[in-house]
């Protein structure tokens, strides 16, 4: 089949509710190689959308494809039963994970992974403390546990969840009209006050550097504040880091950049090279005993199947082998410098900002009022995409996040690309 064919055939029989990438591309994909896909008719695109930041180490990575090609063979499900890829898959990930979170579940999605640690949460809470705290803006998934932590409504729904919403450290466009430092941190003030004066809230879940928001990289001082406060009020913290979780920050976790000890971790994404792999890590008490360690707490259909523990402890590997973590906050600050340079060139750019080789740039129409600019952020999108490199659209906001393995050459192309790009919808 050719592109007309394939979209033919996908506009009339498939709901159309895909990314809004997706809608705008009108490009069909056919494989992938390191940094690059290359779409049907033969046309290669730089891949800064890594998929959807799943292919931390490229696509089709030798060693990740022999690994899943030998496991084909011999082996791709049997419920949750035990098999050699997924003890492997453990000692990888224990490899990289703290001391404390000593135990670990498989899920296929980070929602089902967020649903999970629901569970784990109000297995072992006291019956006093029953609402859960997170963040706004934050994004945890579809499914209705994940929406309830940010009272995410659908059409008539009104089962939003009671959990308390905090403020994240948005500087750029603080809902509190303050500036930074001379604020003193009130968005996490108050973050603090909810916590302190609500006994009964069991656990506060958050993504340390907020993804589908925009990238929203917090002060350092941010999660200092709350982290103790949540220590002391007995809340447990629940990372989620779904989209940072295998270095794509530069540090195997997110947390770890702010010294965050999180008693629950969720990860999925870059961990297993775009295999349906997700997972949770915990403490001994929380997932080691007690009403979540019982039988089937944490069983799954395709959770922990032999294809995806496979993928996931492959790619660990690579990363291990091929000391790609050692490179990523280099990488990420010649391609974080170089955005920097195109924001002072093009006034359509109202704000840069990232961490390792996680970054976004927000579209305005005016710099001073900051209003937000979706169609100039769509052109850009279109235009990057007919110049043959793919990066992540949504609203106002264009994410970038390529391999960690990426070149310092594939770095320079795609900002070259970018400026170019920035030039043609300005004119």
């Known amino acids: 089949m050719n592109t007309e064919q394939v979209l033919d055939i996908e506009h009339r029989l498939m709901s159309p509710g895909v990314s809004q990438e997706t809608q705008l591309a009108d490009v069909v994909f056919e494989r992938g190689e390191g940094s690059y896909l290359f779409d049907i008719e033969g046309r290669s695109y730089l891949d800064f959308g890594a998929g959807i930041f799943t292919q931390n180490v490229g696509h089709n990575h030798p060693h990740v494809v022999n690994e899943v090609k030998q496991q084909v063979d011999k082996l791709w499900n049997v419920h949750d039963g035990s098999t050699e890829a997924r003890a492997k898959a453990c000692v990888a990930l224990h490899k990289h994970l703290p001391d404390e979170l000593s135990r670990v579940a498989f899920f296929t999605t980070g929602a089902e992974a967020v649903e999970a640690a629901i569970r784990a949460v109000f297995s072992g809470a006291p019956p006093q403390k029953q609402k859960l705290a997170a963040l706004r803006y934050g994004f945890h998934g579809k499914t209705q546990g994940a929406r309830s932590l940010v009272h995410w409504d659908i059409g008539y729904s009104n089962e939003s969840g009671n959990s308390v919403l905090g403020y994240a450290a948005n500087c750029y466009r603080c809902p509190l009209g303050r500036t930074y430092p001379s604020c003193d941190m009130q968005c996490a003030q108050l973050v603090n006050r909810h916590i302190s004066s609500k006994p009964n809230i069991a656990a506060l879940f958050f993504e340390p550097v907020q993804g589908a928001a925009g990238v929203i990289v917090p002060p350092q001082e941010y999660w200092s504040m709350i982290t103790q406060v949540c220590k002391d009020n007995g809340v447990l913290l629940v990372a989620d880091e779904v989209v940072s979780a295998g270095g794509r920050t530069g540090r195997f976790l997110a947390s770890q950049h702010y010294g965050i000890e999180p008693d629950l971790v969720v990860g999925a994404k870059g961990l297993s090279s775009g295999f349906p792999f997700s997972m949770l890590a915990g403490t001994e008490a929380l997932m080691g005993q007690g009403e979540f360690a019982g039988a089937g707490a944490t069983s799954s259909t395709f959770g922990g199947n032999p294809m995806s523990c496979t993928a996931a402890y492959a790619t660990l590997e690579v990363l291990d082998n091929e000391q790609v973590l050692e490179s990523v906050e280099a990488k990420g600050k010649r391609l974080g410098g170089g955005l920097r340079d195109l924001m002072h060139e093009h006034e359509v750019i109202g704000d840069v900002r990232g961490i390792g080789l996680l970054w976004a740039l927000e579209f305005v129409s005016c710099r001073k009022n900051k209003t937000p600019a979706p169609d100039i952020a769509?052109?850009?999108?279109?235009?990057?995409?007919?110049?043959?490199?793919?990066?992540?659209?949504?609203?106002?906001?264009?994410?970038?996040?390529?391999?960690?393995?990426?070149?310092?050459?594939?770095?320079?192309?795609?900002?070259?690309?970018?400026?170019?790009?920035?030039?043609?919808?300005?004119s």
């Open 378 to 426: 769509a052109q850009f999108y279109q235009a990057c995409m007919k110049a043959g490199v793919r990066v992540c659209l949504g609203g106002n906001i264009v994410r970038i996040g390529p391999p960690l393995n990426v070149s310092d050459a594939d770095i320079d192309k795609a900002l070259a690309v970018f400026d170019q790009c920035l030039q043609t919808i300005a």
